[in-house]
T-cell receptor
Framework: GDSVTQMEGPVTLSEEAFLTINCTYT??????LFWYVQYPGEGLQLLLK?????DKGSNKGFEATYRKETTSFHLEKGSVQVSDSAVYFC?????????????FGGGTRLMVKP | KAGVTQTPRYLIKTRGQQVTLSCSPI?????VSWYQQTPGQGLQFLFE???????NKGNFPGRFSGRQFSNSRSEMNVSTLELGDSALYLC???????????FGPGTRLLVL
C-alpha cells in the first residue's frame, strides 16, 4: 500500500537557519503530496501541496518540489523563525483512492531557538 | 467562513463505555474524513463520508463507526472503549475529491 517516510525529529535549529525536512513516498501512479503543520494543542493546517510531478508548492516562505524520479517531497525554508516551531507532517493522497484518504508520515518536530 | 468545528474538545471515559464525537464541516463541504492520532501509531485514517455515504474505510475494528447527516455534519462512535482508544480524533472536510482538506481542532479522548 501507499506509505510516507519522514526524517525523525526533533530538529533543533537557531533562528534564521535553513530548514530541510526530508519526505519520501511509495505509491502507485501519481499521488498528490501535502505538507501539514500542527501547532501545540491544535489540529492540522495545510501548509502547501503539489499535485503533479515537478510542481512546487509554496506558502509562508516554505517550499517543496514534487520529484517523481526520487519519489520525494522535501520541505525547505530559507530562514526559520521561533514561530515555526511545530510538528510537520508529509502526506499523500493516492490516485487509487476512491476518495480523500490521506496517508501521513510520522511527523517531524521542529524546535527553533532564539 | 467558519472552520471545521468538533465537539466536545475533551472527553474522559472509562473502559467499556461508548462515546460519540461530532464534526461540523465548513459550510458547503460534503466530504468529511476522520483520523485518529496517537503518539505510537501517528495519524491513521478511520473513514470518509460523502453525501451521507461511507466512501472509504481504514483498518480499524468494527467498534469504530460513523455516519453523516443530510446537512453534512458527521458523528463517529466508538463502542466498548479500550485504553488504547485514548487519542486525538481529528475531523477534516473538503468540497470534493482531490480538493484541499481542512482539519478541525480535534477531540481529545482519554479512556481510563
Amino acid at each position: 500500500g501507499d506509505s510516507v517516510t519522514q526524517m525523525e525529529g526533533p530538529v533543533t535549529l537557531s533562528e534564521e537557519a535553513f530548514l530541510t525536512i526530508n519526505c519520501t513516498y511509495t505509491a502507485t501512479g501519481y499521488p498528490s503530496l501535502f505538507w501539514y503543520v500542527q501547532y501545540p494543542g491544535e489540529g492540522l493546517q495545510l501548509l502547501l501541496k503539489a499535485t503533479k510531478a515537478d510542481d512546487k508548492g509554496s506558502n509562508k516562505g516554505f517550499e517543496a518540489t514534487y520529484r517523481k524520479e526520487t519519489t520525494s517531497f522535501h520541505l525547505e525554508k530559507g530562514s526559520v523563525q521561533v514561530s515555526d516551531s511545530a510538528v510537520y507532517f508529509c502526506a499523500l493522497s493516492g490516485p487509487n483512492n476512491a476518495g480523500n484518504m490521506l496517508t501521513f508520515g510520522g511527523g517531524t518536530r521542529l524546535m527553533v531557538k532564539p | 467562513k467558519a472552520g471545521v468545528t468538533q465537539t466536545p474538545r475533551y472527553l474522559i471515559k472509562t473502559r467499556g463505555q461508548q462515546v460519540t464525537l461530532s464534526c461540523s464541516p465548513i459550510s458547503g463541504h460534503r466530504s468529511v474524513s476522520w483520523y485518529q492520532q496517537t503518539p505510537g501509531q501517528g495519524l491513521q485514517f478511520l473513514f470518509e463520508y460523502f453525501s451521507e455515504t461511507q466512501r472509504n474505510k481504514g483498518n480499524f475494528p468494527g467498534r469504530f463507526s460513523g455516519r453523516q447527516f443530510s446537512n453534512s455534519r458527521s458523528e463517529m462512535n466508538v463502542s466498548t472503549l479500550e485504553l488504547g482508544d485514548s487519542a486525538l480524533y481529528l475531523c477534516a472536510s473538503s468540497s470534493g475529491i482531490g480538493e484541499t482538506q481542512y482539519f478541525g481542532p480535534g477531540t481529545r479522548l482519554l479512556v481510563l
